[in-house]
């Protein structure tokens, strides 16, 4: 490999001489290798285009400034495979200025990107698509060669000769790096990495985070550029060594006990993900630098961070916290402070007796009543404000409340919007009816002094019509490859059993009683159980597809991937099924495959079957939800107009 060993500075001081310097160099190596003319000028020619563009606009060499240089002045002039080609001779360059050597093999642009790999690189990539054989199929192994080559190749052009040489800094390099492919393309390529790299941590122990790093999700958070250089990084330094409680691959299991104990409590499925994806971010940012895990070191990440996580901040505070006593004592203090003012018991604390109880009824007569968390949560913060405003104007009972204070406080509310206002008016109205009712026994009608001023917008939701509806059993009739008996088998749990896509995503074989003919899951959404017998449609969908298409695998999941890794599918899927049987419907709006379980249930209405049915077949505890599909009985509403025979309407108007 022939090499060359100027090192010039690289960014703001690389000047247009060295650029020149090293595009004479490169030539200077195509010759002795032996490389063609026409090679040789090509390159040139491109190259001495972009010194002549860096010239007259009076730049120095840059990534940027090759992206820019591409983007606007060689993509608008040139066929989409001419600028391909251009932007893989600049891929050469860059590699050559920032490792002073490059491979002959690299410059072949026909050449595979295996190939293309040094020896040892090559033999890793060999040893790992060599594991993967028993669960990929010819084509899937294909793929995956290629997709890891690039992956790879690009890793070789930060300077990577040797696997041992991988570092987190070369990863964050090529995932910032211009990648000159498509968003999906990208997405590919980074995913095999990650399977490439996870590999390696399990076989050869390389580190884990390599691997989390490439996330999307996860490197916004866990990347912050210039921090080595920084006088923080010599603070999180001695933070670590002063403060430590553990290394960062004693803490990596620790992140899946404490999610397991949201889980115990019954948090919710996206509350659980949420708190991993927090720690897994924060594992790689401490990983990267080599830093302990300790809480100090953790509120200074958060600090560096706070502006991109945006409205989640309070949740994110709430999860180092609740971590850093679990992992100085192993216990989740859900209730108690954990090094953070909680907003409820500071509140709550300032708070008379009368006041506090009143609040706290208030709060689990809702809770009693099916709303949500986050509903109970807005709630609180409205009753909250209304007894700031009370106690303020110094009343010893609620009993003291006058119609001109609430008129008063409610002329001093920061809701910007009509909307926001009206939201708040009605919080106070329920709550002054749920003490007048519940606590002082005497109705002075205080919750009517209020007018909310907008009725609550209601969205109309759609169901699918008969001839639809036959279009799906139309499409399902002719279903053949096993994609199609997939989407058949989906769209079949949506429309005769009601199914939300969450739950059909995570349908297990397990779930299943064939010999009972019903189906029993915990709803993803509500995490409460659901028992519905098998309809004949849905079990002949489930049966053919289970029977003859779905790839053997030993993911215990109804559906999965055709492909190799063959994993769950996501809610994406369910979607994919519903256009493929109605495309004319896929820009509709308010249609998705949720529009099956409206249809489902009013189904069951126009049989005649009743609310409480329809509650029981969508998994519903109360009719609050289920009352909305009346409106979608067209025959019986029909039967339910007032008479306007009596009414003096003057002028003719009917």
């Known amino acids: 490999m022939p090499s060359y060993n100027h090192h ?10 060295h650029y020149n310097d090293y595009v004479q160099e490169m030539v200077n190596l195509m010759v002795e290798s032996g490389f063609g003319e026409y090679g040789r000028t090509a390159r040139k020619r491109w190259y001495e285009a972009f010194g002549r563009y860096l010239s007259e606009a009076g730049l120095v060499y840059s990534d940027e400034n090759v992206s820019k240089w591409l983007e606007e002045v060689v993509k608008p002039a040139n066929t989409r495979q001419q600028y391909h080609v251009t932007a893989r001779y600049m891929e050469h360059l860059r590699e050559f200025i920032r490792t002073g050597e490059i491979r002959i093999e690299n410059l072949l642009l026909v050449k595979p990107d295996h190939d293309k790999l040094p020896p040892e690189i090559r033999r890793t990539l ?43 800094e070369m990863l964050a390099a090529v995932f910032r790096s211009r990648w000159n492919v498509t968003p999906e393309q990208r997405s590919v390529i980074l995913s095999h990495g990650r399977q490439l790299l996870g590999f390696l941590h399990e076989k050869h122990g390389f580190r884990r985070g390599f691997s989390i790093l490439l996330e999307d999700s996860v490197f916004q958070y866990a990347y912050v550029p210039g921090l080595s250089d920084d006088a923080v990084m010599t603070e999180l ?26 889980s115990d409590r019954g948090y919710s499925y996206t509350m659980i993900k949420r708190v991993t994806h927090t720690l897994r971010c924060l594992y790689v940012f401490l990983d990267m630098h080599g830093l302990d895990y300790c809480p100090e070191v953790s509120w200074e990440w958060y600090t560096l961070i706070g502006d991109r996580i945006g409205r989640n901040r309070r949740a994110w505070k709430r999860v180092l916290a609740l971590f850093g006593s679990f992992a100085a004592d192993r216990e989740i203090r859900f209730h108690k402070n954990c090094g953070m003012t909680s907003a409820q018991e500071k509140r709550m ?5 009368w006041c506090a109880d009143a609040v706290n009824g208030y709060v689990d007569w809702l809770a009693r009543s099916f709303h949500r968390e986050s509903t109970v949560q807005n709630y609180r913060y409205g009753v909250w404000s209304l007894c700031d405003y009370l106690l303020a104007c110094g009343i010893n009972g609620f009993g003291d409340i006058t ?11 920061h809701h910007a919007t009509l909307k926001g206002r009206s939201t708040r008016i009605t919080i106070v109205n329920q709550f002054l009816w749920y003490v007048e009712t519940g606590i002082l026994g005497e109705e002075k009608k205080l919750y009517t002094v209020l007018t909310a001023g907008t009725a609550k917008s209601v969205t109309v939701p759609v169901v699918l019509t008969d001839d639809e509806v036959k279009r799906i059993y139309t499409y399902r009739a002719g279903c053949r490859t096993g994609i199609e008996l997939r989407n058949a088998a989906m769209l079949m749990l949506g429309l005769r059993l009601g199914f939300r896509a969450s739950d059909v995503v995570n349908l297990k074989i397990e779930d299943i009683d064939w010999k009972q003919r019903r189906i029993s899951i915990i709803q993803e959404k509500t995490k409460h159980p659901l028992v519905l017998p098998l309809s004949i449609d849905a079990g002949n969908s489930l049966y053919s597809y289970l029977s003859s298409s779905r790839p053997k695998a030993e993911n215990n999941h109804v559906f999965i991937r055709h492909k190799a890794p063959f994993g769950r599918l996501t809610i994406k899927s369910c979607e994919n099924a519903f256009k493929a049987a109605l495309p004319e419907m896929a ?46 009985d067209d025959e019986r509403m029909m039967e339910c107009p007032l008479s306007l025979s009596g009414i003096a309407v003057e002028g003719g108007a009917l």
Request: one cysteine or more; proline letters at 4%; charged letters at 25%.
């Open 8 to 17: 010039y500075k690289f960014g703001g001081d690389f000047m247009i001489k």
């Open 587 to 632: 820009d509709r709006p308010g249609v998705s495959f949720h529009t099956l379980r409206r249809t489902f249930a009013t189904g069951i209405l126009r049989n005649n079957a009743g609310m409480d049915a329809v509650m029981d077949a969508l998994g519903h505890h109360d009719n609050s939800t289920a009352v909305k599909y009346l409106s979608f």
């Open 126 to 168: 060999d040893e790992y698509l060599a594991s993967r054989e028993p669960d990929y199929s010819p084509e899937s192994m294909r793929l995956a060669k290629l997709h890891t080559a690039n992956f790879l190749l690009r890793l070789c052009a930060e300077g990577m000769m040797r696997m041992e040489m991988l570092s987190y």
């Open 403 to 413: 119609p001109q204070m609430l008129r008063e406080y409610i002329a001093q509310d």
């Open 349 to 353: 604390g300032h708070y008379p007796a």
């Open 237 to 262: 330094l001695r933070l670590s060594r002063e403060h430590s409680v553990c290394t960062t691959e004693e803490m990596y299991p620790m992140i899946a006990r404490f999610a397991d104990g949201y």
